[in-house]
Every structure is written in structure tokens, then in C-alpha cells.
């Protein structure tokens, strides 16, 4: 069974913080994304990874960096956490390919800025 | 930017009817359009995806149409069950990997 998993279901944290979310992938997928979906404005994508170290801004890439060390692994970073920042925030992967190839989510975290 | 448009209105119906889900798009048509469930607090599943050059394409219940003189993909759901209550995500999918979401339709199907 193909898996996408991500670091925490529920996270809370205090603005200003550094803020790390962790997305894994099982099935060798070339690209990983990572999202976040509000009420009112459906999933957003913040940034997209093609392959190890390769990245590609999204359209809400603001106050948000990615790492990615390892194909696996795809990690989303909120350097100083804000109210507005206060999401759920969804990881995906997917083959690479001719760019129809279906996305694989993880079950998102749902993030907290007090 | 392109954009998707999904009607934000929840879509209630009977059991045993056929729910249809409208998806708009803007500008130019995508190469591809996707369609998505998704459950509260999961994250969305695969259902269908349909090519430009393609008029409709089936798998078992679902049905899905791609319109390129309107600008609009149809989702069919037919024989509906209080299991097919969920939202569902359309996304449109244009040169390169990258998804463009709708906003979601939540369909609530009635015993």
C-alpha cells in the first residue's frame, strides 16, 4: 500500500518559532509538493520539488523555504511563524513524467500560530 | 493564472440519484483535469482524470466530461450512497507536473 506521511497530525506553536514539517514518501516518486488548504480558497501550493535539491516556487511561496536532502524526504520550513500561517497543510507526491501522473497525499497537519 | 471554479455550495442530494458536480476553468483549456475526494481531516484520494482530447471518461459509478466549447468538466456520480459524502477537488493540469485546485464541492447524499 503506497504512503505518504507526514511528521504530526497537530501541531501548536507560538509565533515567531521555526517551524519544521516533515513529508515522507514510499513509492520513489521524482516529485513531491506541499500545499495549504483554507476554508474559501481550496489547496494552494507552496512549493514543488522535481528531484533531490530542486525546487520550484509555487503560488504562495512567502514566508515559507523546502528542503530536500533526500528523495524520500521533502520538509517544509516556516522560518518565523505568524498568525497567518495557521493552516492545514498537505504534502503530495507524484511520478514524473509527462505531468499527468495522479498525486499520492499524505493525511496533512494541521498547523496552529498563537 | 489560470484558475479553477467550483461551485462553493454544498450539493444535497437523495440517495439513489446522481449527483453532478460542475468544474469551470478559465482561459486557455488544460492538458488535463484531475478529480479528487476528500474526507475531513484526510487528505484528498484520486478518482479520475481526463485528457483534453477526451469527451468522457468512465470507472464504475463515476463519470467525467470534459467540455473544451464550455470551458467545463462535469463529475457524475450515479446510484449515490450516504458513503459518497464527501468533498470533491478538481485540479487542472497544464505543461509541467503542477496541479491548479478548485475550491472544492461538498456533496451531501441523503438516506
Known amino acids: 500500500d503506497v504512503k505518504v506521511t507526514q511528521s504530526s497530525r497537530y501541531l501548536v506553536k507560538r509565533t515567531g518559532e521555526k517551524v519544521f514539517l516533515e513529508c515522507v514518501q514510499d513509492?520513489?516518486?521524482?516529485?513531491m509538493f506541499w500545499y495549504r488548504q483554507d476554508p474559501g480558497l481550496g489547496l494552494r501550493l507552496i512549493y514543488f520539488?522535481?528531484?533531490?535539491?530542486?525546487?520550484e516556487k509555487g503560488d504562495i511561496p512567502e514566508g515559507y523555504s523546502v528542503s530536500r536532502e533526500k528523495k524520500e524526504r521533502f520538509s517544509l520550513i516556516l522560518e518565523s511563524a505568524s498568525t497567518n500561517q495557521t493552516s492545514m497543510y498537505l504534502c503530495?507526491?507524484?511520478?514524473?513524467?509527462?505531468?499527468?501522473?495522479?498525486?499520492?497525499f499524505g493525511p496533512g497537519t494541521r498547523l496552529t500560530v498563537t | 493564472s489560470q484558475k479553477i471554479e467550483q461551485n462553493s455550495e454544498a450539493l444535497n442530494i437523495q440517495e439513489g440519484k446522481t449527483a453532478t458536480l460542475t468544474c469551470n476553468y478559465t482561459n486557455y483549456s488544460p492538458a488535463y483535469l484531475q478529480w479528487y475526494r476528500q474526507d475531513p481531516g484526510r487528505g484528498p484520494v484520486f478518482l479520475l482524470l481526463?485528457?483534453?482530447?477526451?469527451k468522457e471518461k468512465r470507472k464504475e459509478r463515476l463519470k467525467v466530461t470534459f467540455d473544451t466549447t464550455l470551458k467545463q468538466s462535469l463529475f457524475h456520480i450515479t446510484a449515490s450512497q450516504p458513503a459518497d459524502s464527501a468533498t470533491y477537488l478538481c485540479a487542472r493540469g497544464d505543461a509541467g507536473n503542477m496541479l491548479t485546485f478548485g475550491g472544492g464541492t461538498r456533496l451531501m447524499v441523503k438516506p
Open positions: 481526463i485528457r483534453e482530447n477526451e
Open positions: 513509492m520513489d516518486h521524482e516529485n
Open positions: 503530495a507526491s507524484s511520478r514524473k513524467g509527462a505531468g499527468d501522473y495522479e498525486q499520492y
Open positions: 520539488s522535481y528531484d533531490v535539491k530542486m525546487k
